[in-house]
């Protein structure tokens, strides 16, 4: 492969990525739910090129075990688009995780939930 070719195909390769990464929603509001010197759990309003709104949960894990993290709808909920909520993640030291998401338009209230492993690695279920 002569070097100018070479040179095209990268650039070529460098604009379809840059492309993508116009294409991905926008954060545009953060909210911490639970925030300590370990981990977080918050939730972004996420918003699309097409407008279309979504609040994406994540949690991060800053410490040096893994922790499990959930959130859950609390109470009566509306989710008019969709949601995937309710399934619990284990977060690995230095790693964020998408943990759930709510479409609008919705109205609804959360419990996050944060604890440790068992003994055997597991998350188990959680009990507060």
Known sequence: MQPV???AIIGGLGALASACAILEPSVIDSDSIISNSNATIRVD??????GERY??????NYGSYPICVQVVFDGTFYAGGGYSMGSTFKVPPGQTFDIG???YPARYEVQARLWSPRSDGACGTYSG
Do not use: G, H, I
């Not at 309003?45 to 097409?50: C, G, H, I, K």
């Open 55 to 60: 609040d994406q949960f994540r949690a991060s």
């Open 45 to 50: 309003v996420m918003e699309q090129l097409t």
């Open 5 to 7: 070719l070479r040179l």
């Open 101 to 103: 998401y709510v479409d």
